[in-house]
């Protein structure tokens, strides 16, 4: 078989990398691997390009400088240099066995062997490679087959994958939401049920990120259905509840994270705690702690104002999006709200420590207290574009009066 119509195969950019790499290593010394030939494959999108060669790191790095191409060392310890050609990164690594797996990094030797190093890979469908033609090479001689029928099956056997990464229980899962059919592989479930304490060895980061992108898959519910059924998820999000609002959630939004804060408690304190241990960003853990509260079925337009200014827009539609897929409100009301949200440009505070000063308040702590009042009575009344002197007066008298 042989790779069609990819234009990343024949551009002048990829042409350049492989004509660098052959001057030194003789033609057919580099092949395409992994991703780029499995969603070539599959029609899909091409985003990385990684290469596989017998050239040592070293003799890849002299070659590419040798042709005038940038070349960065990203992982010289494991044979990976990056070639910048054209402006895009071709992530070549030199073909590998395992030495020594700790279940989180392993020790590898290299090797001229292209067998040895399919088989150190993770899943049949992964270990394809195709040639600068596009001719495909099959070593394991199933992932081919595994490409057409949607199996995520694991090279050799499953529990020996998993215990060189315990992060390829995780992948399993997210490959086979993004590219898998019917029904998770046996063995791949089983190795993945007995091993699933693996996952608390690995770095919270790596944890969190394959967690995300199995969640951004098209539909991702069979497979955490999969990890909820078999113990894995229990270890990666042990607040995980129920899947009934995650399973709406999916029908409303391809938002990962609105999907993960379906996976989780309404309390903030256990989101905190949960972003925490995941080290999520600091913006991902705020956007899950603001997009949990109640939208109450009827609010009037003020109160969805005074809503919008004190959360902001964007988390007002995450929690619409959260208690619409939670039936709380129906689909009406949630077309209502929402034209609510999109429509309304949040004001700017029309008073400021200047106004006060001028309405004769010295300077002092007493400014911010009246600001306050002032502005918890302009929201109350639907933020009126006139009126301000007097308001501001009456917010200096309340707070000036008798305690």
């Known amino acids: 078989m042989t790779l069609r119509d990819q234009p990343w195969l024949a551009s002048q950019e990829t042409r350049a990398v492989i004509t660098a790499l052959e001057a030194e290593g003789g033609r057919g010394c580099v092949r395409f691997v992994g991703g780029?030939?499995?969603n070539a494959l599959l029609d899909q999108p091409v985003d990385d390009l990684d290469l596989a060669t017998p050239l040592t790191p070293e003799r890849s790095m002299k070659a590419l400088k040798a042709a005038g191409l940038k070349v960065v060392p990203t992982g010289l310890a494991h044979g990976t240099v990056t070639a910048v050609s054209g402006g895009r990164p071709y992530e070549i690594t030199t073909l590998r066995r395992d030495v020594e797996t700790d279940g989180r990094r392993?020790?590898?030797?290299?090797?001229?062997?292209?067998?040895?190093?399919?088989?150190?890979?993770?899943?049949?469908?992964?270990?394809?490679?195709?040639?600068?033609?596009?001719?495909?090479?099959?070593?394991?001689g199933e992932g081919l087959a595994d490409v057409a029928a949607g199996r995520i099956v694991?090279?050799?056997?499953?529990g020996t994958r998993i215990r060189e990464d315990y992060l390829r229980i995780l992948r399993f899962f997210r490959f086979h939401a993004w590219y898998g059919r019917g029904e998770p592989d046996v063995a791949g479930l089983k190795a993945s049920a007995e091993l699933a304490a693996g996952v608390r060895t690995l770095s919270?980061?790596?944890?969190?990120?394959?967690?995300?992108?199995?969640?951004?898959?098209?539909?991702?519910?069979?497979?955490?259905?999969?990890?909820?059924e078999v113990g894995v998820m229990a270890e990666v999000l042990p607040e995980a509840e129920p899947l009934t609002l995650f399973e709406a959630m999916v029908e409303r939004t391809d938002?990962?994270?609105?999907?993960?804060?379906?996976?989780?408690?309404?309390?903030?304190?256990a989101i905190t705690s949960a972003a925490t241990r995941l080290r999520l960003a600091n913006a991902l853990r705020n956007r899950l702690v603001a997009a949990v509260g109640d939208i109450s079925r009827g609010l009037e337009e003020p109160g969805v104002r005074a809503m919008l200014y004190a959360i902001g827009r964007d988390a007002f539609r995450d929690r619409l999006?959260?208690?619409?897929?939670?039936?709380?409100?129906?689909?009406?009301?949630?077309?209502?709200?929402?034209?609510?949200?999109d429509s309304w440009v949040r004001p700017k505070m029309p008073v400021g420590g200047r106004e006060v000063a001028r309405a004769g308040l010295a300077a002092g702590p007493e400014t911010g207290r009246v600001l306050k009042a002032f502005e918890d009575s302009w929201i109350a009344d639907d933020f009126p574009v006139t009126g301000h002197d007097e308001r501001l007066k009456a917010a200096i008298r309340t707070l000036s009066g008798p305690s």
């Open 255 to 269: 938002d990962a994270a609105l999907r993960l804060s379906a996976l989780l408690p309404t309390e903030a304190d």
């Open 36 to 38: 780029c030939v499995r």
């Open 154 to 158: 694991f090279v050799g056997d499953a």
């Open 204 to 228: 919270a980061e790596r944890v969190s990120k394959e967690l995300l992108k199995l969640l951004a898959a098209p539909d991702p519910r069979p497979a955490v259905r999969a990890m909820v």
């Open 106 to 140: 392993a020790v590898v030797a290299f090797t001229d062997d292209w067998a040895e190093d399919a088989a150190r890979r993770d899943f049949r469908l992964n270990a394809l490679y195709a040639d600068a033609d596009g001719t495909i090479f099959d070593p394991t």
């Open 321 to 341: 999006t959260r208690v619409a897929a939670s039936g709380a409100v129906d689909a009406a009301e949630t077309g209502r709200l929402k034209a609510v949200a």
